[in-house]
Protein backbone atom coordinates (compact mmCIF):
# COMPACT_ATOMS: atom_id res chain seq x y z
CA UNK A 1 0.00 0.00 0.00
CA UNK A 2 1.16 3.89 -0.76
CA UNK A 3 1.10 4.72 2.67
CA UNK A 4 0.08 8.17 1.53
CA UNK A 5 -3.26 9.70 1.02
CA UNK A 6 -3.52 12.61 -1.82
CA UNK A 7 -5.75 14.26 -3.51
CA UNK A 8 -7.10 12.74 -7.12
CA UNK A 9 -6.91 16.24 -8.22
CA UNK A 10 -6.29 19.53 -8.16
CA UNK A 11 -6.34 22.81 -10.43
CA UNK A 12 -4.76 25.67 -10.61
CA UNK A 13 -4.24 29.03 -13.13
CA UNK A 14 -0.98 29.89 -14.34
CA UNK A 15 1.73 31.99 -12.78
CA UNK A 16 -0.14 31.94 -9.11
CA UNK A 17 1.57 29.38 -6.65
CA UNK A 18 0.01 26.01 -5.99
CA UNK A 19 -0.22 24.11 -2.67
CA UNK A 20 -0.17 20.45 -3.08
CA UNK A 21 -0.86 18.54 0.00
CA UNK A 22 -0.18 14.89 1.28
CA UNK A 23 -0.96 12.91 4.49
CA UNK A 24 1.19 10.30 6.04
CA UNK A 25 0.08 9.88 9.11
CA UNK A 26 2.08 6.46 9.70
CA UNK A 27 5.49 7.50 8.38
CA UNK A 28 8.36 6.36 10.66
CA UNK A 29 11.50 8.27 11.75
CA UNK A 30 13.44 7.10 9.10
CA UNK A 31 11.49 7.45 6.11
CA UNK A 32 12.00 10.32 4.05
CA UNK A 33 9.32 11.80 1.70
CA UNK A 34 10.00 12.53 -1.77
CA UNK A 35 7.70 14.10 -4.36
CA UNK A 36 7.49 12.90 -8.20
CA UNK A 37 5.74 14.00 -11.30
CA UNK A 38 4.93 12.51 -14.66
CA UNK A 39 4.14 14.64 -17.21
CA UNK A 40 1.94 13.20 -19.80
CA UNK A 41 3.60 10.34 -22.04
CA UNK A 42 6.70 10.57 -19.81
CA UNK A 43 7.97 8.72 -16.92
CA UNK A 44 8.60 9.89 -13.67
CA UNK A 45 10.53 12.65 -12.40
CA UNK A 46 12.39 13.34 -9.38
CA UNK A 47 11.11 16.52 -8.16
CA UNK A 48 12.19 17.33 -4.08
CA UNK A 49 12.78 14.98 -1.21
CA UNK A 50 13.36 15.81 2.62
CA UNK A 51 13.45 14.19 6.16
CA UNK A 52 12.67 16.96 8.81
CA UNK A 53 13.41 20.24 7.84
CA UNK A 54 11.34 22.08 4.97
CA UNK A 55 13.64 21.84 1.49
CA UNK A 56 14.06 24.42 -1.47
CA UNK A 57 15.36 23.25 -4.79
CA UNK A 58 14.85 25.30 -8.32
CA UNK A 59 11.85 23.52 -9.29
CA UNK A 60 9.79 23.37 -6.01
CA UNK A 61 9.95 23.76 -2.41
CA UNK A 62 8.41 20.98 0.61
CA UNK A 63 7.20 22.06 3.84
CA UNK A 64 6.94 19.34 6.26
CA UNK A 65 4.59 19.16 8.90
CA UNK A 66 6.60 19.42 12.48
CA UNK A 67 4.88 16.13 13.51
CA UNK A 68 5.39 14.66 9.85
CA UNK A 69 2.67 13.47 9.60
CA UNK A 70 1.77 15.49 6.55
CA UNK A 71 3.63 17.59 3.68
CA UNK A 72 2.77 20.10 1.21
CA UNK A 73 4.72 20.69 -2.25
CA UNK A 74 4.43 24.21 -3.32
CA UNK A 75 5.23 25.33 -6.98
CA UNK A 76 5.82 28.59 -6.31
CA UNK A 77 4.29 29.99 -9.60
CA UNK A 78 2.70 27.29 -12.06
CA UNK A 79 3.48 27.40 -15.87
CA UNK A 80 1.22 24.83 -18.35
CA UNK A 81 4.26 22.69 -17.91
CA UNK A 82 3.72 21.92 -14.99
CA UNK A 83 0.37 19.98 -15.36
CA UNK A 84 1.22 16.56 -14.25
CA UNK A 85 0.54 13.87 -11.88
CA UNK A 86 1.99 14.36 -8.59
CA UNK A 87 3.16 11.62 -6.29
CA UNK A 88 4.58 11.73 -2.91
CA UNK A 89 6.13 8.96 -1.61
CA UNK A 90 7.68 7.66 1.73
CA UNK A 91 10.80 5.80 1.30
CA UNK A 92 13.63 4.41 3.74
CA UNK A 93 16.78 5.61 4.12
CA UNK A 94 20.10 3.03 4.76
CA UNK A 95 19.14 1.86 1.03
CA UNK A 96 22.41 -1.23 2.02
CA UNK A 97 19.56 -3.60 3.78
CA UNK A 98 16.30 -2.24 2.81
CA UNK A 99 14.31 -2.21 -0.40
CA UNK A 100 15.43 -0.51 -3.48
CA UNK A 101 11.48 0.69 -4.83
CA UNK A 102 9.07 2.85 -5.02
CA UNK A 103 5.70 2.30 -3.62
CA UNK A 104 3.47 4.83 -5.88
CA UNK A 105 -0.27 6.14 -4.79
CA UNK A 106 -2.70 7.26 -6.93
CA UNK A 107 -1.03 10.65 -6.99
CA UNK A 108 -2.23 14.27 -7.71
CA UNK A 109 -3.46 15.10 -11.07
CA UNK A 110 -2.46 18.87 -11.44
CA UNK A 111 -3.83 20.86 -13.82
CA UNK A 112 -3.08 24.42 -14.75
CA UNK A 113 -5.26 26.90 -16.72
CA UNK A 114 -3.58 29.77 -18.54
CA UNK B 1 25.22 12.81 -18.06
CA UNK B 2 22.50 10.91 -20.79
CA UNK B 3 19.95 10.34 -19.07
CA UNK B 4 18.30 6.78 -18.87
CA UNK B 5 17.35 4.44 -21.94
CA UNK B 6 14.94 2.37 -22.64
CA UNK B 7 13.98 0.14 -26.19
CA UNK B 8 12.32 -0.48 -27.80
CA UNK B 9 9.90 2.43 -26.81
CA UNK B 10 7.03 0.98 -28.55
CA UNK B 11 6.22 -3.05 -28.86
CA UNK B 12 3.58 -4.79 -30.33
CA UNK B 13 2.94 -9.01 -29.77
CA UNK B 14 0.44 -11.49 -29.91
CA UNK B 15 -0.75 -13.47 -26.83
CA UNK B 16 1.56 -16.32 -25.99
CA UNK B 17 4.59 -14.63 -27.35
CA UNK B 18 7.18 -13.95 -25.06
CA UNK B 19 9.20 -10.46 -25.28
CA UNK B 20 12.58 -8.85 -23.94
CA UNK B 21 12.68 -4.86 -22.77
CA UNK B 22 16.00 -3.15 -22.51
CA UNK B 23 17.29 -0.80 -19.74
CA UNK B 24 20.73 1.31 -20.11
CA UNK B 25 21.03 2.95 -16.63
CA UNK B 26 22.66 6.93 -16.20
CA UNK B 27 26.14 6.24 -15.97
CA UNK B 28 27.52 5.11 -12.77
CA UNK B 29 24.24 3.77 -11.27
CA UNK B 30 24.14 0.33 -10.08
CA UNK B 31 20.80 -0.11 -9.30
CA UNK B 32 17.96 -0.42 -11.54
CA UNK B 33 14.34 -1.00 -10.99
CA UNK B 34 11.46 -1.98 -12.82
CA UNK B 35 7.64 -0.70 -13.19
CA UNK B 36 4.87 -1.31 -14.84
CA UNK B 37 2.18 0.98 -15.50
CA UNK B 38 -1.43 0.62 -16.38
CA UNK B 39 -4.68 2.57 -16.02
CA UNK B 40 -5.88 0.52 -13.19
CA UNK B 41 -3.32 0.22 -11.25
CA UNK B 42 -0.91 2.62 -11.33
CA UNK B 43 2.60 2.48 -11.35
CA UNK B 44 3.75 -1.23 -9.66
CA UNK B 45 7.37 -2.59 -8.58
CA UNK B 46 8.48 -5.28 -10.38
CA UNK B 47 11.69 -5.90 -9.12
CA UNK B 48 15.31 -4.41 -8.72
CA UNK B 49 18.44 -5.68 -9.56
CA UNK B 50 22.19 -4.60 -7.62
CA UNK B 51 25.21 -5.49 -9.09
CA UNK B 52 23.66 -7.93 -11.08
CA UNK B 53 21.76 -9.57 -8.13
CA UNK B 54 18.26 -9.28 -7.70
CA UNK B 55 17.70 -7.56 -4.62
CA UNK B 56 13.61 -7.36 -4.08
CA UNK B 57 10.97 -8.40 -6.20
CA UNK B 58 7.22 -7.04 -6.32
CA UNK B 59 4.26 -9.03 -6.38
CA UNK B 60 4.34 -10.50 -10.23
CA UNK B 61 3.87 -14.17 -11.78
CA UNK B 62 6.81 -16.07 -12.68
CA UNK B 63 6.34 -14.93 -16.53
CA UNK B 64 8.09 -11.89 -15.89
CA UNK B 65 12.17 -12.44 -14.95
CA UNK B 66 14.62 -9.78 -15.33
CA UNK B 67 18.78 -9.86 -15.37
CA UNK B 68 21.73 -7.24 -15.15
CA UNK B 69 24.59 -7.36 -16.83
CA UNK B 70 28.31 -6.37 -15.69
CA UNK B 71 28.04 -2.65 -17.08
CA UNK B 72 24.87 -2.45 -14.92
CA UNK B 73 22.51 -2.74 -18.06
CA UNK B 74 19.22 -4.14 -17.62
CA UNK B 75 16.73 -6.58 -19.42
CA UNK B 76 13.13 -7.92 -18.32
CA UNK B 77 11.65 -10.27 -20.15
CA UNK B 78 8.12 -11.24 -20.23
CA UNK B 79 7.11 -14.87 -21.08
CA UNK B 80 3.63 -16.10 -22.40
CA UNK B 81 2.19 -12.93 -23.03
CA UNK B 82 -1.56 -12.64 -21.56
CA UNK B 83 -3.66 -9.16 -22.91
CA UNK B 84 -3.32 -8.18 -19.31
CA UNK B 85 0.38 -7.34 -19.78
CA UNK B 86 -0.17 -4.18 -21.83
CA UNK B 87 1.25 -1.47 -20.00
CA UNK B 88 4.14 1.13 -20.21
CA UNK B 89 7.23 -0.38 -18.65
CA UNK B 90 9.56 1.96 -17.47
CA UNK B 91 12.83 1.40 -15.99
CA UNK B 92 14.81 4.01 -13.33
CA UNK B 93 18.06 3.72 -11.98
CA UNK B 94 19.83 5.39 -9.14
CA UNK B 95 23.10 5.59 -7.24
CA UNK B 96 21.55 3.05 -4.58
CA UNK B 97 23.94 3.93 -1.69
CA UNK B 98 23.39 4.45 1.94
CA UNK B 99 21.25 7.36 2.88
CA UNK B 100 17.84 8.58 0.80
CA UNK B 101 17.97 7.49 -3.00
CA UNK B 102 16.53 9.23 -6.36
CA UNK B 103 15.47 7.29 -8.84
CA UNK B 104 16.02 8.88 -12.37
CA UNK B 105 13.38 6.89 -14.57
CA UNK B 106 13.88 6.38 -18.58
CA UNK B 107 10.67 7.39 -21.15
CA UNK B 108 9.31 3.61 -20.97
CA UNK B 109 8.08 0.97 -23.26
CA UNK B 110 4.96 1.15 -24.30
CA UNK B 111 3.81 -2.72 -24.79
CA UNK B 112 0.61 -3.69 -26.71
CA UNK B 113 -0.69 -7.34 -26.38
CA UNK B 114 -3.26 -8.50 -29.00
Known amino acids: DAKTTQPNSMESNEEEPVHLPCNHSTISGTDYIHWYRQLPSQGPEYVIHGLTSNVNNRMASLAIAEDRKSSTLILHRATLRDAAVYYC???????????????FGKGTKLSVKP | KAGVTQTPRYLIKTRGQQVTLSCSPISGHRSVSWYQQTPGQGLQFLFE???????NKGNFPGRFSGRQFSNSRSEMNVSTLELGDSALYLC?????????????FGPGTRLTVL
Open chain 2, 49 to 55: YFSETQR
Open chain 1, 89 to 103: ILSGANYGGSQGNLI
Open chain 2, 92 to 104: ASSYRDSGTDTQY
